[in-house]
């Protein structure tokens, strides 16, 4: 049986005390080190996996408020010790603090139905009524919670891209790129909420004018908490101009599924419907419909660094102008495969992502020449985010990507490179 001290005690055995470097991790929690304590346990947990160093490491965590690591060691040991009433405790005031409060509520019920322990029965019992009379959702719910948002970014092209066929022009070009954006939802926890979204985007070019831009996004989505995960639905409509006219508008639903494993790991599946409808005559052939299967894997190492890997499907079946004696196909099959990689640590934000993507044109470009051409495309994308918080409201964004695209037909075959600063502002 663990020794209770409370939430933040640590557990000392007399096998561990003989162990100089678990005494050394002790004195550094008790004179208030917690990170060199974590440092000392994580390194004797090496050679030493035993539950109370295990334990010790995980509470050094839960001080720090490091709450995706602690939960991760808190049900290893729960796996190992599913009785042990100060491992599901603790493990229940981790999830409560992660916001899933479910998840919490499960593990305090528990208890209550199957510990022997009076003491720790009654702790329990608190914080269920605790959690009742303040029940974060309900209040939430009538509260809302607001984030307003504006950013401008200037940067430039290497090779600018036709907005509509998105091919090589060879031209440079600087750009400013402008948007304001909120986002509304009814309770803070982002398993079981319901948001709204939307935003307004322009780009303005210096010399290209005609491809400049303006955009505008609504979208509503519900999300709603199973065990470890969540599930969500949303609508999404959106329309877009080119050179101050009309270019395209979409409706699009979703559905997806997000679900935790293995502690600091999610998976999920995402399904989208898009119906593509166009403003202007002269863009009929991207009317149409598209569909997209999205399969994702991800993981925390830890509280500073995450990766994520998707596979997307996309289906486009466009009008594609057949009726015409020169048209280009709009109706690719895609493969996509995506990485990420995110690093957050307090003002700072660094994002890594790379892509690939393969394209399959399912209907032929045809040219006044008579030739017939199913275009295939294989694209290589890199880009580099990074953001400074400076201030609570204010930060600083720069970005760099890189794209190239490799097509069996040479109007298509382009590289481009595309470098932005910004300044952002942000109010929740």
Avoid at 360 to 384: F, I
Wanted: proline fraction near 1%; charged fraction near 25%.
């Amino acid at each position: 049986m663990y020794k209770f001290i409370f939430v933040f005690g640590l557990y000392l055995s007399s096998a561990a005390l003989a162990d100089s470097r678990f005494t050394e991790a002790s004195d550094a929690f008790t004179n208030g080190d917690i990170s060199r304590a974590i440092e000392l346990f994580s390194h004797l947990a090496k050679t030493d996996d035993s539950a109370e160093v295990i334990y010790n490491l995980a509470i050094c965590h839960f001080k720090l408020k490091h709450w995706i690591e602690a939960r991760e060691l808190f049900s290893q040991l729960q796996e190992a010790n599913p009785s042990e009433d100060l491992i599901n405790y603790n493990l229940a005031i981790t999830e409560k603090k992660l916001g899933n409060f479910q998840a919490a509520k499960i593990h305090f019920e528990t208890m209550i139905q199957h510990s022997e322990n009076d003491s720790m029965i009654a702790l329990a019992h608190r914080q269920l009524i605790r959690m009742a009379r303040s029940n974060p959702e309900r209040d939430s719910d009538k509260q809302g919670s607001w984030i307003l948002g504006t950013k401008i970014e200037t940067g430039n092209y290497d090779n600018l891209l036709t907005p509509s066929q998105e091919q090589n022009t060879g031209t440079s070009d600087n750009l400013i790129e402008s948007q304001a954006y909120f986002r509304w939802q009814t309770n803070g926890n982002r398993m079981n909420k319901w948001l709204v979204d939307g935003i307004l985007y322009s780009s303005k070019y210096e010399k290209t004018t005609r491809y400049d831009a303006n955009f505008a996004k609504l979208g509503v989505r519900k999300y709603t908490e199973i065990i470890d995960g969540y599930w969500f639905a949303g609508v999404n409509f959106d329309t877009s101009q080119l050179d101050d006219e009309g270019y395209l508008q979409n409706i699009s639903a979703e559905v997806g599924l997000i679900q935790r494993f293995r502690k600091l790991g999610h998976w999920g599946v995402n399904y989208r419907f898009r119906e593509v409808d166009s403003l202007n005559t002269f863009y009929d052939p991207n009317s149409g419909h598209s569909e997209q299967l999205k399969l994702t894997i991800g993981s925390h190492i830890d509280s500073h660094h995450s990766w994520e890997l998707n596979y997307r499907f996309e289906q486009d079946r466009r009008q594609d102008a057949e009726s015409l004696a020169s048209y280009r196909s709009f109706s690719p099959d895609r493969h996509s495969l995506l990485g990420t990689w995110l690093y957050e640590q307090q003002q700072w934000r660094l994002n890594m992502t790379l892509e690939y993507r393969d394209s399959e044109y399912q209907d032929h470009n045809l040219y006044l020449s008579g030739l017939r051409v199913n275009r295939d495309d294989q694209r290589y994308k890199a880009s580099l985010q990074a953001k400074w918080k400076f201030s609570k409201e204010w930060n600083i964004n720069a970005s760099l990507s890189y794209m190239n695209n490799q097509s069996n037909i040479e109007i298509y075959d382009y590289q481009q490179r595309l470098v932005k600063l910004g300044i952002a502002w942000e109010f929740r």
